[in-house]
């Protein structure tokens, strides 16, 4: 509409000027005629040929100056003084712009005097008439205008809706759609968007919401399986404690037994039931998607790793060293049984790395190392515990490094359940801590766990030395 506006302007005056242009050649017409005609002396048109003309040119009087000659060709019987007068040999742009608006606007009842050239300027025409028929005319050029310019903006505010429709609105109310649709069950993978060819806003959208919901998707498939193994561990778990239960008490009657063999592995095996019955009373904690509460106990994490060691129970032939470098003062604030299930399923899976590459004849060391350090604040004291267990195995593949603690995605071997890092890492995260997976400028794997200051206590000067 404002094109419109800016267009209007010009040519409401441009229709002015030509209307008045009209009516000077009109003049000079009739007085070319009159000068052929062969009328006599007095007046070059008669009365009634005077009286049409002026009618039909909406005048009061018409004349022709030329060459320093007046002629007049008709005049009313009454000709009012003109209010306006009007050269348009003269008038600028803007004299035409501002005319033609002060005709719009003030108009009307004002008689106007126009004079202009015709043809090649030897030749003046001279009319003085009412300013109402040009007024009346240039009110139905703009209505014409006005008329076209609202049909132009209708039918361009067509072509807007439609395009906002076809390439906004109606992809949007899909993506709603299918939000809403996915919502209802997320489960669905026929549910998803599908996302168009295009490259604009609207095309990332689509494609980020459909990888969101296909994450969702997954998550949601993910967390089902979790619920039906956890159903199906707490149906297996009644009769297993059951189970457990005759075992330990088959346990302590061999216990009674003087054979020194069965005295030296007899403790070990009622430890070892001791803590599988306290697992199946957790129902396999992880899931039910939460480990129970640390309790908190002043430990020596060096006879910790002793322990662990030997419920490894390694056979000789397996070649693997097993090396405590605990310092033997160190006293750390955990949960024992917890931390013997996180040092335990980093040390089995240390094992089964060595264990895969018996017969590498390359493999000179094979050793399973676990330690422990304080470390030291920015600013003086202590800043907590590390506790490490790395091997000289071949190391994690990709696969396994990019799904580390990631329930069922993390096993770095076939028929692994991927549930030991992810288990111990929620355990250290209980006590405050974390783990990590620690570079190494040799081959091997490296896990580090650090717990904050208040985790350890010892004799500063027995673990420096």
């Not at 002015?16 to 000077?24: E, F, H, P």
């Not at 040999?89 to 005319?99: C, F, K, N, Y």
């Not at 004291?381 to 490490?388: A, D, E, H, Y």
């Not at 799904?403 to 355990?427: D, M, Q, W």
Request: charged content about 25%; glycine content about 6%.
């Amino acid at each position: 509409m404002l094109a419109e506006v800016l267009i209007f302007v010009p040519s409401i005056s441009k229709f002015r000027q030509d209307w008045l242009t009209a009516k000077t050649e009109t003049v000079a017409v009739a007085g070319l005629a009159s000068e052929e005609a062969d009328i006599g002396s007095g007046s070059e048109l008669g009365p009634n040929q005077e009286t049409a003309l002026l009618k039909a040119l909406d005048a009061e009087l018409i004349a022709i100056n030329d060459k320093d000659a007046s002629r007049l060709l008709a005049r009313a019987e009454t000709v009012g003084v003109p209010d306006v007068q009007i050269n348009l040999a003269d008038e600028s742009m803007v004299a035409m712009i501002l005319g033609a608006f002060d005709t719009l606007l003030a108009g009307g009842d004002r008689i106007m005097r126009v004079q202009g050239p015709v043809g090649d300027g030897s030749v003046r025409a001279e009319v003085v008439m009412s300013e109402q028929p040009l007024r009346k005319a240039m009110l139905v050029y703009s209505r014409n205008v006005f008329l076209l310019s609202l049909s132009i903006a209708m039918f361009a505010a067509l072509l807007v809706y439609t395009a906002i429709s076809r390439y906004l609105v109606q992809p949007i109310l899909r993506m709603t759609q299918s939000m809403v649709s996915f919502g209802a069950n997320p489960t669905d993978p026929d549910r998803i968007i599908r996302p168009s060819r295009r490259r604009d806003e609207i095309g990332i959208a689509q494609i980020e919401l459909a990888a969101m919901q296909k994450r969702l998707n997954e998550t949601l498939r993910e967390q089902r399986h979790l619920a039906d193994l956890g159903l199906a561990v707490s149906k297996i778990n009644h009769d297993l404690r059951n189970i457990l239960a005759s075992s330990q008490m088959i346990s302590d009657r061999l216990a009674t037994l003087e054979d020194p063999t069965v005295q030296r592995f007899a403790p070990l095996l009622l430890r070892s039931l001791d803590r599988a019955l306290h697992y199946t009373k957790s129902v396999l904690a992880y899931g039910r998607a939460v480990e129970s509460a640390p309790v908190r106990r002043e430990v020596r994490l060096r006879l910790l790793v002793d322990d662990v060691y030997e419920t490894l129970a390694l056979d000789a032939k397996s070649q693997i060293e097993l090396v405590n470098a605990v310092p033997t003062n160190l006293l750390a604030m955990v949960d024992p049984d917890q931390f013997h299930r996180v040092i335990l399923n980093l040390c089995r899976n240390a094992v089964e790395a060595l264990s895969g590459r018996l017969d590498d004849p390359e493999v000179v060391v094979r050793q399973i190392r676990v330690g422990a350090e304080l470390l030291e604040a920015e600013r003086g004291g202590w800043g907590g515990l590390m506790i490490f267990v790395e091997d000289t195995g071949p190391g994690l593949p990709e696969v396994a490094r990019e799904n580390l603690f990631k329930a069922f995605r993390g096993s770095a071997r076939s028929g692994g359940t991927g549930l030991g890092l992810p288990i111990a890492a929620e355990i250290v995260e209980a006590h405050g801590g974390d783990i990590r997976l620690s570079a190494l400028d040799q081959p091997g794997t490296r896990f580090e766990i650090r717990l904050p200051a208040k985790a350890a206590r010892t004799e500063l000067a027995a673990v420096r030395a």
